[in-house]
C-alpha cells in the first residue's frame, strides 16, 4: 500500500523510463519482499533477470546491466 502512494505521489520515478524497466523493477522488489524461507531456492537476482531479458525477442538494447 505504501509503495503505490509514493509512486502516485513521486511520479518523476517514472519519467523517461521503458515499460519494461519498471516491470522488471516490480519483479525484482516481489521477489526480494517474497523471498523463499527454504535454503535450496535460488535467490533472485536483478542482473540475473536483465540478463534473462536480454535473450528475450523483444528486448530493447537501451536496457542494460
Not at 18 to 34: E, G, K, L, P, S
Amino acid at each position: 500500500e505504501y509503495i503505490f502512494l509514493y509512486i502516485a505521489t513521486q511520479t518523476e520515478l517514472l519519467l523517461n523510463r521503458h515499460m519494461d524497466q519498471i516491470i522488471m523493477c516490480v519483479f525484482y522488489a516481489i521477489c526480494r519482499v517474497n523471498k523463499p524461507k527454504t535454503s535450496s531456492a535460488k535467490d533472485v537476482t536483478f542482473k540475473g533477470i536483465i540478463e534473462k531479458y536480454q535473450l528475450q525477442p523483444q528486448a530493447k538494447p537501451s536496457v542494460r546491466i
